[in-house]
């Protein structure tokens, strides 16, 4: 309790100011958890003042209520920069919110190789045969295929536990992502496909990212399409990665809201996808004091859509395009970007937009900086 008290003063969180007339202060009490290491024994007791916030009057004492959540690419930016804040001295972290983290003189490994193993367990898959793949190579997966599950319930509790492997795992953001899409009336197929992603996982539990030590704060952004990847709506999925020196901190697989008419339509809404998410890595960099060069390169590999960037011109085809037109070619024209094309076989955003085979699979994964946890450099 005493070093929280501590950590409290030393990072200013309060300011002692007189009570206004008529007013009455607002109590706290102590919160205590019990934190565990990734084996399960007791790590440490954890005592947390907080305020008794629901005692307040909406309209007397506050008019909104903000609650604030740390998107995961800030967390893999701090983790890359190593130690630019700290709240409280904990030591070196080794297990935290079912991340395992080790450090060495090359950089930090993060996995979640407890969490899966976890899940595996629950799901009774431990005994299973490991796949290869994530999904079978060439996976699509459709809304009504074989029969309703009988308790679909377990489906959703398995998507929800998998959707947090995207700390760690971006080899399985694009399937976790075409699961999440039948949580609502999952069938059998989705069931299998889950089950085989649990097979994947069973093979490598500990594999997960690896942030190489450095000082390089360098951005450069992939952006890529599957044209009408989704056989119900014939929409497009949207994939993209980013990097920080040598360290990916940002990826995503995304369904697009509307339907593509040509692939270049597609790769163009995911460029402009990307650009959204490099602009929100340059408001978190601005606040931790980080220069970030500018412009950031952005590769692409469909020429069409690079041209659209570029022709100051709106052509009547791309006239429905017209607000991301304006997003990405205002800031293509202020210098924050400047698109690239790069060649199909160096496009790794296809492990964000569909099944791959092993041996590509593999590939990839080396080519995005992922390394097993128990074999990270010494």
Same mark, same amino acid.
């Given at each position: 309790?005493?070093?929280?008290?501590?950590?409290?003063?030393?990072?200013?969180?309060?300011?002692?100011?007189? $009570?206004?007339?008529?007013?009455?202060?607002?109590?706290?009490?102590?919160?205590?958890?019990?934190?565990?290491?990734?084996?399960?024994?007791?790590?440490?007791?954890?005592?947390?003042?907080?305020?008794?916030?629901?005692?307040?009057?909406?309209?007397?004492?506050?008019?909104?209520?903000?609650?604030?959540?740390?998107?995961?690419?800030?967390?893999?930016?701090?983790?890359?920069?190593?130690? $630019?804040?700290?709240?409280?001295?904990?030591?070196?972290?080794?297990?935290? $919110?079912? $991340?395992?983290?080790?450090?060495?003189?090359?950089? =930090?490994?993060?996995?979640?190789?407890?969490?899966?193993?976890?899940?595996?367990?629950?799901?009774?898959?431990?005994?299973?045969?490991?796949?290869?793949?994530?999904?079978?190579?060439?996976?699509?997966?459709?809304?009504?295929?074989?029969?309703?599950?009988?308790?679909?319930?377990?489906?959703?509790?398995?998507?929800?536990?998998?959707?947090?492997?995207?700390? =760690?795992?971006?080899?399985?953001?694009?399937?976790?992502?075409?699961?999440?899409?039948?949580?609502?009336?999952?069938?059998?197929?989705?069931?299998?496909?889950?089950?085989?992603?649990?097979?994947?996982?069973?093979?490598?539990? @500990?594999?997960?990212?690896?942030?190489?030590? *450095?000082?390089?704060?360098?951005?450069?952004?992939?952006?890529?399409?599957?044209?009408?990847?989704?056989?119900?709506?014939?929409?497009?999925?949207?994939?993209?990665?980013?990097?920080?020196? *040598?360290?990916?901190?940002?990826?995503?697989?995304?369904?697009?809201?509307?339907? @593509?008419?040509?692939?270049?339509?597609?790769?163009?809404?995911?460029?402009?996808?990307?650009?959204?998410?490099?602009?929100?890595?340059?408001?978190?960099?601005?606040?931790?004091?980080?220069?970030?060069?500018?412009?950031?390169?952005?590769?692409?590999?469909?020429?069409?859509?690079?041209?659209?960037?570029?022709?100051?011109?709106?052509?009547?085809?791309?006239?429905?395009?017209?607000?991301?037109?304006?997003?990405?070619?205002?800031?293509?024209?202020?210098?924050?970007?400047?698109?690239?094309?790069?060649?199909?076989?160096?496009?790794?955003?296809?492990?964000? =937009?569909?099944?791959? *085979?092993?041996?590509?699979?593999?590939?990839?994964?080396?080519?995005?900086?992922?390394?097993?946890?128990?074999?990270?450099?010494?």
């Amino acid at each position: 309790m005493q070093q929280e008290l501590d950590a409290l003063e030393k990072n200013q969180t309060w300011e002692l100011i007189p $009570l206004p007339p008529g007013k009455k202060t607002i109590g706290c009490k102590w919160v205590y958890k019990i934190k565990m290491k990734q084996d399960g024994t007791v790590d440490r007791y954890k005592a947390r003042l907080v305020a008794k916030g629901y005692h307040q009057v909406y309209g007397v004492d506050y008019w909104d209520n903000f609650s604030p959540v740390a998107k995961l690419v800030t967390m893999r930016m701090v983790t890359y920069l190593d130690g $630019l804040f700290t709240i409280k001295d904990l030591g070196q972290e080794k297990y935290f $919110l079912g $991340l395992e983290i080790v450090r060495t003189d090359k950089g =930090t490994s993060l996995c979640q190789r407890k969490y899966i193993l976890d899940i595996l367990q629950d799901t009774h898959m431990l005994d299973f045969k490991p796949a290869t793949t994530p999904f079978p190579p060439g996976l699509k997966l459709i809304e009504a295929a074989g029969v309703p599950l009988i308790e679909p319930d377990k489906f959703r509790r398995l998507v929800g536990r998998l959707l947090y492997l995207n700390l =760690t795992h971006p080899d399985v953001t694009f399937c976790v992502q075409q699961l999440s899409q039948f949580v609502t009336n999952p069938h059998t197929s989705h069931w299998d496909a889950a089950m085989h992603l649990l097979r994947y996982l069973k093979g490598c539990p @500990s594999l997960g990212v690896f942030y190489p030590a *450095g000082s390089d704060t360098s951005l450069r952004a992939y952006s890529d399409a599957d044209w009408a990847g989704c056989p119900d709506t014939r929409r497009s999925i949207s994939g993209f990665y980013i990097f920080l020196g *040598g360290c990916l901190i940002s990826w995503k697989s995304k369904k697009q809201q509307t339907v @593509s008419k040509s692939s270049a339509e597609a790769e163009y809404r995911a460029l402009s996808s990307t650009i959204c998410e490099l602009l929100w890595i340059s408001y978190i960099s601005h606040d931790l004091h980080l220069s970030i060069s500018v412009p950031i390169p952005l590769f692409c590999d469909n020429q069409v859509a690079l041209h659209i960037v570029a022709n100051p011109i709106f052509h009547e085809r791309t006239n429905h395009l017209e607000i991301d037109c304006h997003l990405i070619r205002d800031k293509y024209k202020a210098g924050f970007v400047a698109p690239q094309k790069v060649p199909s076989s160096l496009q790794l955003g296809d492990i964000f =937009t569909k099944s791959l *085979g092993p041996g590509l699979l593999r590939t990839f994964i080396s080519k995005l900086g992922m390394m097993d946890l128990h074999h990270a450099p010494p």
